[in-house]
């Protein structure tokens, strides 16, 4: 069922003012639905209940700024949404399973100041949509304008990743990308590693049948694999980069084109291509407003 775009404003109203009052009472007088309907409809499309996502968000977001800034335990409490040193202490405990103290020490001179700020900046957009990119929104209509941007050549970097590659059918990859993204970027919550870039789902093989993909999440430093997850690199040289705007359902135009690109300047392709999921869905209601940074890489 395609995620409805009155849930997805109220999603964007919800992560945008996580210090108020988000009980299950004032978001559901904010989306004008009952409670009942909307803890049903939160719970089935996003994956969680209103309370948990929003206690999850709060708490990731206040290990992101303790690893981020020089600001007060006290004062990240507070402006997390919590009443009280104590509330916060005891909730970061039982979610990340040490003090907030002790987090913030075992993250002192692991990261670069620029690390820590792109770190904090990324958890507050993706954390609150790991298990939206790739939704389906029902907004695709034949014979609209193209949602490819531009297409350009260009040389990128190796860049650390740590994934998990799984066999699917394509009717899969949404449920897919939620259950690997939400484990690499809880795994990196927890362990205190630096997210370097956006959810990025690298395409290994397309067949008829089934598809090998592999769900990416960047770091800023190699890191090691862990359960089934595994560690690398993205690929490193010559790239057709584009840039997509629109609902995912839209990406495969965007793909075909970049493949009728590179025939035409006479490159050839070197490897599997990759998306990565720039816009947050749970900050931009408005699918049209979706940008998505498709990578082919290219020799020649």
Known sequence: MPL????????????????E???????????????????RLFEREVGETPKAYVARLRLERAAAMLGATDKTVLD???????????????AFKRHFGQSPSSYRNSLSGEMTDNERAIHLELVSSVGPCTGLYQTKTGTHQRNTSMPLQSITRKEIEAQPILFIQRRIVHTELQTSMAECFGTLFGHAMQTGLAIAGR????????????????F?????KPAEAQDDMQDGFLYAGAVACAIHAGPYEELAETNAAIERWIEEHGFTI?????????????????????ITEV???ISG
């Open 4 to 19: 409805s775009k009155d849930l997805l404003h109220c999603l964007s109203e919800t992560t945008s003012q996580l210090a």
């Open 21 to 39: 009052d988000q009980s299950l009472a004032r978001i559901a007088d904010r989306s004008s639905w009952s409670r009942f309907h909307l803890h």
């Open 76 to 90: 990240i409490a507070l402006e997390s949404g919590f009443k009280s040193h104590e509330v916060f202490s005891r």
């Open 199 to 214: 959810p990025t789902a690298r395409y290994v093989d397309t067949g008829p049948g089934l598809w090998t993909v592999d």
């Open 216 to 220: 990416v999440l960047p770091l800023a």
């Open 270 to 290: 070197n490897g599997s291509p990759w998306e990565s999921y720039i816009t947050s869905p749970a900050e931009e209601p408005d699918p049209k407003n979706w």
């Open 295 to 297: 990578y082919w890489p």
